[in-house]
């Protein structure tokens, strides 16, 4: 059903990217990693591009802004060994990462690479900088992986 509804999105909007996305992300939950790959070559030959996920975090007044796998951020080094250590907090609680829309052949890729979403680093960062009690307020401009919505609620 959700493969006919991305399939009449694309023919209604066909110069609109969200319905490449939608019917990517379906093939990928099925697993599915041929078809996961002719709807992004689709989408390049189209010249359709898909707005980058992001996440912004205002910490002590300053907006910090995040994309998955990010490595500009002058506090990278701080926020990857936060990451590091709520990962194993969170796992020693009973988390245990969704990898199954992460597209990579290797296991420890899938999890290196959903540990590394905006979210997470936005997160770490808040935690880093902020004391201890202190809510953290994310804003993202797109939808939440069902991993770092998971995670969140871990942590």
């Not at 990451?83 to 990898?99: E, M, N, Q």
């Not at 770490?124 to 991993?147: H, M, Q, S």
């Amino acid at each position: 059903m959700g493969e006919h509804v991305a399939k009449q999105i694309l023919e209604l909007e066909p110069e609109n990217a969200s319905g490449y996305v939608l019917l990517s992300n379906i093939y990928a939950a099925a697993g599915n990693r041929h078809l996961w790959e002719k709807v992004a070559q689709q989408r390049n030959e189209r010249g359709e591009k898909k707005n980058p996920g992001c996440t912004w975090i205002k910490v002590n007044n300053l907006v910090h802004t995040f994309v998955v796998d990010d490595q500009h951020h002058p506090q990278m080094i701080e926020i990857r060994a936060e990451l590091k250590r709520l990962s194993g907090l969170v796992h020693d609680l009973g988390y245990v990462p969704h990898t199954k829309l992460v597209l990579h052949e290797v296991e420890e890729e899938k999890v290196f690479h959903s540990c590394h979403h905006s979210e997470k680093l936005a997160i770490a960062l808040g935690l880093i900088n902020t004391a201890p009690g202190t809510p953290l307020r994310i804003r993202k401009n797109l939808w939440v992986c069902e991993d770092c919505h998971s995670s969140t609620k871990f942590i």
